[in-house]
């Protein structure tokens, strides 16, 4: 066979789509070289090479056809909330040159952000189309689900495991496959039919008769504004009823991900290790309202609220938790908040920041999104008003750091570069805080989930060491 390039020029095609006639390609595209996130929807003549923009402007991420070929789906938004809003589910109708927001009536994020170290990005299509209906998975509170939508808009849930999270799926008319898990049993393969669903793979049962696992239990507490916050905790399976134990505070990146029923190996060894851990979805998450996600220029402030409130929480209801043995550590958005947090309290004991951002300035300039992202989620263009970055970078405040701190980055990690490790460091170091950095070679943003193995183990082990130090060394004083 052979094989010919059918578009050229200074762009970026994002994602693309045959039509069932095997006529035409439905592709999406970018080609601002300062805004990619503004995507153009275009329709091409596989034979006479005809190529039409049908729309221009979105932020889109998958395309796909109707099973009639008469309509082109899309998942993406209009941005408005800027970076932060919802993924919603398009039609653009061929015939009527016409495009028609499909869940307009669902405050809910058309993708998978759930976060999971045991596998990548979700690889599954974001919708499937059958007959007159689109199937997509939800990010819904702390768990994602299959919903459907209908051409005129109907929307509603198709398919919700309890206490389960659903990761991939296809759909036909008599049999839906997916794949499911949840805090103590990772990913298997599951079929629903006849309104009942089975697993019909063990891929799995060695590795959970072989190791102790935690499951997790669910809390939400009401935030000093009135906002409920969901919450888990996972404990020791052999944990002594009068033993107080020391505890993690563990947060999400993004910071538009949650946290939710999935299974976390990286949790699980805290657990055998002694350690409590605690997660929530604080303000700026997914899975809930718009509202709820944006939290655009207002990084450190109601997100890092609910962190402390979830702290004075679940302290006062698990007698168990130790008050005065608590660590904290997180990734992307979940480093930079590590970092605010110990600039900003002297609550915990240790700390460990990965992947983090502690300098908006230089993150601006020196990372993949930093340009457009800093602008939309902080407000930061350095050379217009310093002041902005300054604000919300927590090395301006180091001189509060008491906690000693781990820093871990991957060195080809362009996301949040590896300036970021290093200028906190260094800054940790200069005002005579207890610090530690370890920095991977070869590995990039997603070291803890897509890591060589041996990098992965080294991280893990790393990080326990760190929080036995200062978090068990005083039990044993």
Same mark, same amino acid.
């Given at each position: 066979g052979e094989y010919r390039q059918l578009t050229d020029g200074d762009i970026n095609v994002v994602d693309a789509s045959i039509s069932p006639d095997g006529k035409y390609i439905a592709y999406l595209v970018s080609g601002e070289e300062l805004k990619p996130y503004l995507i153009d929807l275009h329709l091409l003549n596989i034979e006479s090479g005809e190529d039409i923009t049908l729309l221009k402007g979105y932020t889109a991420w998958n395309v796909g056809w109707s099973p009639d070929g008469r309509n082109i789906l899309f998942?993406?938004?209009?941005?408005?909330?800027?970076?932060?809003?919802?993924?919603?589910?398009?039609?653009?109708?061929?015939?009527?040159?016409?495009?028609?927001?499909?869940?307009?009536?669902?405050?809910?994020?058309?993708?998978?952000?759930?976060?999971?170290?045991?596998?990548?990005?979700?690889?599954?299509?974001?919708?499937?189309?059958?007959?007159?209906?689109?199937?997509?998975?939800?990010?819904?509170?702390?768990?994602?689900?299959?919903?459907?939508?209908?051409?005129?808009?109907?929307?509603?849930?198709?398919?919700? +495991?309890?206490?389960? %999270?659903?990761?991939?799926?296809?759909?036909?008319?008599?049999?839906?496959?997916?794949?499911?898990?949840?805090?103590?049993?990772?990913?298997?393969?599951?079929?629903?039919?006849?309104?009942?669903?089975?697993?019909?793979?063990?891929?799995?049962?060695?590795?959970?008769?072989?190791? @102790?696992?935690?499951?997790?239990?669910?809390?939400?507490?009401?935030? @000093?504004?009135?906002?409920? +916050?969901?919450?888990?905790?996972?404990?020791?399976?052999?944990?002594?009823?009068?033993k107080k134990i020391p505890w993690i505070l563990y947060i999400h990146g993004g910071p538009k991900t949650i946290f939710g029923y999935s299974f976390m190996e990286e949790f699980q060894l805290y657990i055998n290790k002694g350690y409590g851990?605690?997660?929530?979805?604080?303000?700026?998450?997914?899975?809930?309202?718009?509202?709820?996600?944006?939290?655009?220029?207002?990084?450190?402030?109601?997100?890092?609220?609910?962190?402390?409130?979830?702290?004075?929480?679940?302290?006062?209801?698990?007698?168990?938790?130790? %008050? @005065?043995?608590?660590?904290?550590?997180?990734?992307?958005?979940?480093?930079?908040?590590?970092?605010?947090?110990?600039?900003?309290?002297?609550?915990?004991?240790?700390?460990?920041?990965m992947r983090s951002i502690c300098n908006w300035i230089s993150f601006y300039g020196t990372t993949d999104i930093g340009f457009y992202f800093a602008e939309d989620q902080i407000g930061c263009i350095p050379w217009r008003d310093p002041s902005k970055c300054m604000e919300k970078s927590p090395i301006f405040y180091v001189e509060n750091v008491k906690t000693p701190t781990l820093i871990i980055h991957s060195i080809e990690d362009y996301r949040c570069w590896l300036d970021q490790a290093l200028e906190f460091f260094t800054a940790l170091k200069m005002v005579g805080v207890e610090t530690k950095m370890a920095l991977f070679p070869k590995e990039n943003h997603d070291l803890s989930r897509t890591g060589k193995p041996k990098h992965r183990v080294e991280r893990l082990k790393t990080i326990v060491e760190w929080f036995d130090k200062y978090l068990k060394a005083v039990e044993e004083k």
């Open positions: 998942v993406g938004h209009e941005r408005p909330r800027g970076l932060t809003s919802h993924n919603r589910l398009y039609l653009y109708s061929l015939k009527n040159d016409e495009v028609k927001c499909l869940t307009k009536s669902l405050d809910k994020n058309v993708a998978n952000t759930l976060n999971c170290d045991t596998r990548g990005p979700s690889c599954s299509p974001r919708f499937k189309p059958l007959d007159r209906e689109i199937y997509f998975i939800v990010t819904n509170g702390g768990y994602t689900s299959i919903y459907r939508a209908d051409y005129e808009g109907e929307v509603e849930e198709y398919l919700k +495991i309890d206490k389960y %999270s659903i990761d991939e799926f296809d759909v036909s008319r008599d049999l839906t496959v997916f794949t499911a898990m949840t805090f103590d049993k990772p990913k298997e393969l599951y079929i629903y039919m006849d309104g009942m669903y089975k697993k019909v793979t063990n891929f799995n049962d060695m590795f959970i008769k072989r190791f @102790s696992l935690s499951s997790a239990e669910h809390f939400r507490f009401r935030a @000093s504004d009135g906002v409920d +916050i969901d919450g888990w905790i996972m404990k020791p399976l052999n944990l002594d009823g009068d851990v605690v997660f929530i979805n604080p303000r700026g998450s997914d899975g809930y309202t718009e509202e709820f996600a944006d939290i655009r220029k207002h990084y450190g402030e109601r997100d890092y609220q609910d962190l402390m409130e979830a702290v004075d929480y679940v302290t006062k209801k698990y007698s168990f938790l130790d %008050s @005065s043995r608590i660590g904290v550590a997180g990734g992307s958005y979940g480093g930079f908040m590590t970092n605010w947090i110990v600039t900003h309290t002297d609550k915990f004991k240790a700390a460990v920041t």
